[in-house]
């Protein structure tokens, strides 16, 4: 069963960057399967970050293009998420997680809140 | 853009009734939703796809039904442990694709 683990500073300061890593077990991240995702939650609201595949192709959605930029190392089994110039709205749970590639996310990490505050 | 509106935000159901839930869409989505349950302090969890798909480890009980703009998610025989939001989500214009805001189900 796969397992995903988000790690990374759970406070950044406004204008700077945020970064989190996603590791995953139970599972390579190397397969044509499936895509892996960032989700970010503020209290109800959920947002779909964007995707990476094992080949590098990536997806952000665009009300965050420019910002964003999700990487993925196969030799360590991880994919990673930066956030640039963050603001306190880019206050949120952030989620990784495992897309089935038809949209719909069947793993989740259990997540890490990340408040933006100087 | 899609927009998902889930009715009611809340539902206050008796144990062993039945609860629906409503998630509509601004424009089709064909069968191309999805439901999470997400309890307090875990992740979502999906529970259902491609409109009525159960996903693994949930029961029978739980069931969804609609195509195009209407759908409906249906717990019948409500026990304590579906206490929970549940969320819909379209694939449809993916990506990205779009969640509504959940209905918070509570036992009566």
């Known amino acids: 069963q796969v397992h995903l683990q988000e790690s990374g500073p759970g406070l950044v300061k406004p204008s700077q960057t945020l970064s989190l890593t996603c590791s995953v077990s139970g599972a390579s991240i190397k397969t044509s399967e499936f895509f892996w995702s960032w989700v970010r939650q503020s209290g109800r609201d959920l947002e779909w970050i964007g995707y990476i595949?094992?080949?590098?192709?990536?997806y952000y959605n665009p009300s965050l293009r420019g910002r964003i930029s999700v990487s993925i190392d196969t030799s360590k089994n991880q994919f990673s998420l930066q956030l640039r110039s963050v603001t306190a709205a880019d206050t949120a749970v952030y989620y990784c997680?495992?897309?089935?590639?038809?949209?719909?996310?069947?793993?989740w990490g259990q997540g890490s809140l990340v408040t933006v505050s100087s | 853009e899609i927009l998902l509106t889930q009715s009611p935000a809340t539902l206050f159901v008796s144990p062993g009734e039945r609860a629906t839930l409503s998630c509509r869409a601004n424009?089709?989505?064909?069968?191309?939703l999805a439901w999470y349950q997400q309890k307090p302090g875990q992740p979502p969890r999906l529970l259902i796809y491609d409109g009525s798909t159960r996903a693994a480890g949930f029961p029978a009980r739980f069931s969804g039904r609609g195509f195009g703009t209407e759908f409906t998610l249906t717990i019948t025989n409500l026990q304590s442990e579906d206490c929970a939001v549940y969320y819909c989500?379209?694939?449809?214009?993916?990506?990205?694709?779009?969640f509504g805001l959940g209905t918070r189900v509570e036992i009566k």
């Open positions: 595949f094992y080949t590098g192709i990536t």
């Open positions: 997680a495992r897309d089935s590639r038809r949209g719909w996310v069947d793993s």
């Open positions: 424009q089709t989505v064909y069968s191309d």
């Open positions: 989500q379209q694939f449809s214009q993916w990506p990205p694709g779009s």
